[in-house]
């Protein structure tokens, strides 16, 4: 019955089920309090309280066929736009106006909108492994194909000279993931500059337009005072991914944006398709009690203390366990190395030990697994001494 | 730089535009009280105060880690797809589980969904003019092929002859839409029995599997006590999608679900095919608050008077002008046949009055245009007059 490129996904799918249902047989078994759940990114700080007065005061203030009917244009309200434009040339010293906001269902939503808006069956779509499975699938949706481009195990920084080399006529966007999931890397204003003139040059040699899509839910997430660079300052053809899931702690409500800049080829052809592309499939507007939401709470700032510390002291327990990981400057994920090629062994073996963990083949870097320490700090150091067991099978 | 499949699509998309500023147009020169704006289903009706007290109790009772986290199932909240299945248990005497519940971004979100979780590229989706013309957008999506069956323009129920012809062994779905957009029109049950027989003897013949997709925006939108039937009951391989946009005033926020019933060919798959759609086309869970409101809300009935009265007082209105128009019993359009025979002239003399229409071309019925009535009762009233003036052109 079911269409045939579903089919291997849904095979997929129940892997991922299946870790998720051996959570909560282990919970049954041996208590929540004793799994230590470190497979998924659902932060767990709460939304700030302002969120929750903001959803009041809005109910409470607007007129509901206003705050709950279609918006006017599917890319969002314009008073949203033109906000949340301004909150970012305030921070990042960019010039964006509401217009070159397109309000969207979380940075999935938004990824896929710009996709549909631009792909052309056949076309490349350059990921840097390890990378976020989904951009697999994303571009699996438009008959893209996506190229990957190997992981560079020593600090995680792209392949540059791999990239150079795999960049074609059919090339037609390059997503970037800064911070990183699943490293925690940062990409460096340096390493932004290199990759931004290695397309310039592609897209002269090839007469080509070549989108740089940089997917940053996790931009306000950077510890030790480090810079994450705004992209479109390094490169014309940029379409920003945000979205609030991280930094509001709002993953379920979906609500996110694209930018898409006038420094773009065609921006205004561009941005007329990603209104219709949110139209046509099938999310017509982001949220409206969230983009109001989002408005009222474009000030609130991320607790990044509660992840930091989180960082620090898993980073640290694991390392003194003799595992080898490097200390990653963003995001909330540990990429931590597997003391066996197989990590998939790993993973199970760490299953012994209630520890949960994410088979680094699943953002195509084998070898590796990935640790999600968005969970409680209580969960974190109860679950080091489980990790000093796991690690005496190996050291 | 967008892509080809885009471009026409923008082209189209702009004529709308066009229409809601030629509106925005009038209103400056005008006043908002003197355009009678009739081009979009955006309801007038505020949603009930419970939806307010609703989101302003979940806010304060519940943890917001759990309340804006991701749902552990792509599909939904299980105890919102419980709720869901139960209430559609006690109203329809059906037989779901939460199981058979995917709460989804919208009903447009929930046909996105089906559709990339069963159409292979070529198959062919039926749909009856005049239909919402979206639906050739989201077929067209997972390179499907939208066959249409012509319009009865007698009293627009579905011509059943054309569609048993039509039916191919590609005929991977049917979309059926009831109460329709944009006729208001009721498929009976009578009409819905050889319906659903027809697609038997095709599927047997063929060795197929044929979806009956029932798009049920306007389920509650029922005038005069008509009845209508609930389509899992009468055809195995149903799917249902429902929003809660009309009946609950909650278009902007995107809420809505799919029915996948035990009865439909293998249903478990088509439900793992579902879950992963959800996640892959960017929507990943329908916005979480939204769920829980929906959940409080199950019991909340629609103000039917309001679009009573508008139905009856345009319609009757427009029959003393000397207009052509079948009386609806759903929804809240008005399929009104064109006094010239083409209608994008008589759109265009409607706007000398402010008055703004859409061309039934739009749905695939040249020769008619649509009037949504979920405006306020003063615009009918207003608007009037201004339908006379009108009329006086042509009778």
Redesign the interface.
């Known amino acids: 019955?079911?269409?045939?490129?579903?089919k291997n996904?849904?095979a997929n799918?129940?892997a991922i089920r299946a870790m998720?249902e051996e959570g909560n047989r282990l919970a049954g078994i041996y208590g929540a309090e004793n799994v230590f759940d470190f497979s998924?990114g659902?932060?767990?700080?709460?939304?700030p309280e302002a969120?929750?007065n903001a959803?009041?005061e809005i109910?409470?203030d607007t007129?509901?066929?206003a705050?709950?009917?279609?918006?006017?244009s599917n890319c969002g309200y314009a008073e949203v736009r033109a906000a949340v434009a301004k909150s970012l040339n305030e921070r990042f010293d960019t010039h964006f106006e509401g217009k070159n906001i397109v309000m969207t269902?979380?940075a999935?939503?938004?990824?896929?909108?710009i996709l549909?808006?631009?792909?052309?069956p056949g076309d490349e779509v350059i990921a840097f492994a390890p990378y976020f499975g989904?951009y697999r699938?994303?571009t699996?949706?438009?008959?893209g194909v996506l190229v990957e481009i190997s992981p560079n195990t020593v600090d995680f920084q792209p392949k540059l000279d791999e990239f150079e080399q795999k960049i074609t006529p059919k090339t037609k966007a390059v997503i970037v993931n800064n911070p990183n999931n699943p490293t925690g890397v940062v990409y460096s204003e340096e390493t932004i500059k290199k990759l931004a003139a290695i397309m310039e040059a592609k897209q002269k040699k090839f007469g080509t337009?070549i989108?740089l899509i940089s997917d940053e839910p996790y931009r306000e997430l950077a510890y030790d005072g480090v810079e994450v660079p705004y992209l479109t300052k390094y490169y014309d053809n940029t379409v920003v991914g945000y979205s609030y899931s991280k930094s509001l702690?709002?993953?379920?409500?979906?609500i996110g944006y694209l930018v898409i800049p006038d420094e773009?080829?065609?921006s205004e052809?561009?941005l007329?398709?990603a209104?219709?592309?949110t139209?046509?499939?099938?999310?017509?507007?982001?949220?409206?009690?969230?983009q109001k939401v989002v408005e009222k709470c474009l000030n609130e700032k991320t607790d990044l203390s509660f992840y930091d510390r989180n960082r620090e002291d898993l980073y640290n327990g694991l390392k003194e366990c003799g595992f080898d990981c490097i200390k990653p400057q963003g995001a909330f994920y540990l990429f931590v190395k597997s003391p066996v090629s197989d990590e998939k062994q790993f993973c199970e073996a760490a299953k012994k030990y209630n520890i949960l963990i994410v088979p680094g083949s699943s953002f195509a870097c084998p070898g590796y697994v990935r640790l999600a320490y968005c969970v409680s700090h209580e969960t974190i150091i109860r679950s080091l001494p489980k990790f000093k067991e796991l690690a005496k099978e190996y050291f």
Not at 108 to 113: D, F, K, Q, T
Not at 140 to 143: F, I, K, S, V
Not at 249 to 254: I, T
Not at 279 to 290: C, D, E, M, W, Y
């Open positions: 019955m079911i269409a045939d490129k579903m996904m849904v799918s129940s998720f998924l659902n932060p767990n700080v709460p939304a969120v929750k959803i009041i109910v409470n007129d509901p066929v705050l709950h009917g279609y918006t006017n269902v979380g999935a939503g938004g990824l896929n909108v549909k808006s631009i792909i052309n989904e699938s994303y699996n949706n438009y008959d337009n989108v702690s709002l993953p379920g409500e979906r773009m080829k065609d052809e561009v007329a398709a209104n219709v592309a139209r046509i499939l099938g999310f017509v507007n982001a949220p409206t009690l969230q």
